[in-house]
């Protein structure tokens, strides 16, 4: 139980284009989604929190506009990286908060690779 | 906002040999989580522990909420537990109960 599907897994894109990226709670309801990112060989760093039905929070220094949060429902949200630039090229991974969180903490999904060129 | 420290940042082990990693956090949490991250990305969830002990199979950790850190322990190494170790805490009485991440420590066991 507990399953968090992030697609697309891999994604290669071109300058100035955008990029969505959807993650799915699959089997509970997830009433908070987190999306972070990585860069190589450091650590995750929180981008913004989304409770669904309502506007996104968004960490200090990260561009709302660049970087778009919607969380439709209880089950889906997706991060749309808006006119994409070489140096946003990341690795980004959803996490998902639902009821068992507190008993089995937060389920994570398996990470995007953006590549820019 | 939380402070979260792992060591130590760096671990090589021969196969077979034990191990322990800590977390120091700097305020009353009420989430605690160890992952280990692959070499393809994904974070296996270790352990939920805001306090106490537990185990599973050859890892198990404890948590000291109290005194602020929590350890995991890895006993008898194999290749497949290299890679990168996470702690991650949300502290008590936050808003949205975000999870902050230490940076990690890069475990490598050699056979």
């Known amino acids: 139980g507990a399953v968090v599907s992030q697609h697309p897994s891999r994604v290669i894109c071109k300058s100035g284009t955008s990029v969505k990226i959807e993650c799915r709670s699959l089997d509970f309801q997830a009433t908070t989604m987190f999306w972070y990112r990585q860069f190589p060989k450091q650590s995750l760093m929180l981008m913004a929190t989304s409770n669904e039905g309502s506007k996104a929070t968004y960490e200090q220094g990260v561009e709302k506009d660049k970087f778009l949060i919607n969380h439709a429902s209880l089950t889906l949200s997706t991060l749309t990286v808006t006119s994409a630039h070489p140096e946003d090229s990341s690795f980004y991974i959803c996490?998902?908060?639902?009821?068992?969180?507190?008993?089995?903490?937060?389920?994570f999904g398996s990470g995007t690779r953006l590549t820019v060129v | 906002g939380i402070q979260v420290e792992q060591s130590p940042p760096d671990l090589i082990l021969q196969e077979g040999a034990n191990s322990t990693l800590r977390c120091n956090f700097s305020d009353s949490v009420n989430n605690l989580q160890w992952f280990h991250q692959n070499p393809w990305g994904q974070l296996i969830n270790l352990f939920y522990i805001p306090s106490g002990t537990k185990q599973n199979g050859r890892l198990s950790a404890t948590t000291v909420a109290t005194e602020r850190y929590s350890l995991l322990y890895i006993s008898s190494s194999q290749t497949t537990d290299s890679g990168v170790y996470f702690c991650?805490?949300?502290?008590?009485?936050?808003?949205?109960?975000?999870?902050?991440f230490g940076k990690g420590t890069l475990l490598t066991v050699n056979p």
């Open positions: 996490s998902a908060r639902g009821v068992r969180d507190r008993y089995y903490g937060y389920t």
């Open positions: 991650a805490v949300a502290l008590r009485g936050g808003s949205n109960y975000k999870l902050t």
